[in-house]
């Protein structure tokens, strides 16, 4: 199955709510994003963000979830 990236958001926090979002939805997904370590700060706004990808077969229905759910963010 490709992958496909359907949003980048501004930090981890927001990504994995979207993505938890997704789930309920019966879409599988994973983020990729950098790690902030033990040093940063819970929520910090990562330079690059955290994309959230799915499957190529999901990506109309995710988008429009995320659209609906998450908007400009």
Known sequence: MKLVKVKNF?????????QQ?????GIECLIQSSTVGITGSF?????????LYVGEDEE???R???E??????
């Open 21 to 25: 979002r997704l789930k309920d939805e």
């Open 68 to 73: 609906e759910f998450f908007g400009e963010v």
């Open 43 to 51: 929520g910090a706004v990562l330079p690059q963000g955290a994309d």
């Open 10 to 18: 501004p930090d981890r926090m927001t990504a994995e709510q979207a």
């Open 60 to 62: 109309e229905k995710a």
């Open 64 to 66: 429009e979830i995320l």
